[in-house]
DNA sequence: TCCTTATTCGCACGACTTGCGAATAATCAC
DNA sequence: GTGATTATTCGCAAGTCGTGCGAATAAGGA
């Protein structure tokens, strides 16, 4: 998404007004890569402004969704999540940690898939899933995270069972 | 999955009971390619056998995933979808009616993802999002579907909403 | 400072699932 | 077949995630 102030502009704009709750909230989405829930944001905010509504939290991330700044994410653990990254890329999902990375794919097009006869591809979303192995004792250089071939085991979905249950 | 006779035979073999409801919903999602939902399948179950409740389709279809013989889905629009296709394969979803079609894809390997360091990918999906076009007075020849191109408008994904809300 | 009306925010409700427990029925032994 | 054992079914309540609504509040212009 653009920086806050930018953000800000585009809402002045369209004769939005500008609340300490919005700002405080492109703030926090600039630059984020943890693709917040609705409810972790709203802890985040929590902190630096006690008492914000949860309900402002999903309605402003509802408007920056409207107007093209964010992404709206159905994740496969059934709660939204938001991404600040609205460039075409793709996700990779630990199974571990639940963390979920933005992944870039440069040939898609490539992909020979056998699709229904008639049916026109707007788009695709690819996402990875896996592991992200913990290799502590290394300085965490941020790698190049140069092109690489996905190596995926065919494999099987495991089976998972759904997660909205209760947590008790 | 398997045919309803070698389900009711692992299910037996794994002492479990073989009820009516139990047979009647094998039957039922048995070469289903509908992706149907709980809802959905429990509407075409009560059909056969009026009075069966949902709760029973909810914990028969758990079953039959913990054992393999379906997979969970986590659609983009809320509810949960079952797919009696356990091979390794992909989705096409038509933004128009929802439906959601299986496509095979034979190349994954080759797709060039940079993905965090460190990140073991264990298997990947891929949803072609787009639309059906509907060519009415075309004989329905079942396409041989030959592998094909994906040739997918590089466009962002255009903001939806979501559509868990009320449908008033 | 005052006024207009966009926003915030809490509550209740809706969609989708799951936990729970009593009633029912499948299966086994005789 | 009959009876006993215990897996299943099924309905209701409760939980999670989001959204509609309306009153109270506050942003922004005159």
Redesign the pocket.
């Known amino acids: 998404m653009h920086s806050p102030a930018e953000v800000a502009a585009r ?2 704009e ?9 700002q405080l909230l492109f703030s926090l989405m600039h630059n984020n890569a943890s693709h917040p ?3 972790g944001l709203h802890e985040v905010a929590s902190k630096r ?1 006690p ?6 939290v ?3 991330l ?1 408007e920056l969704s409207d107007m093209g700044e964010i992404q709206l994410m ?1 994740g496969d ?4 999540r938001f991404d600040s990254n609205v460039d075409e890329h793709h996700h990779a999902v630990c199974a571990e940690t639940g963390e979920l990375f933005d992944v870039y794919v440069d040939n898609i097009e490539s992909l020979r898939a056998q699709l229904p006869a008639g049916f026109e591809v707007q788009n695709v979303s690819i996402v990875f899933h896996g592991r992200l192995a913990k290799k502590k004792s290394q300085t965490t250089t941020k790698s190049p995270a140069r092109p690489q071939t996905v190596r995926a085991k065919s494999t099987k979905r495991s089976p998972r ?2 997660s ?5």
Chains 1, 2 share one sequence.
């Open positions: 809402y002045k369209q004769g939005r007004r500008l609340t300490p709750q919005r829930t609705a409810e402004m008492g914000i509504s949860l309900r402002t999903y309605q402003t509802d159905h653990g059934g709660a939204l069972r759904t909205r249950g209760s947590t008790k």
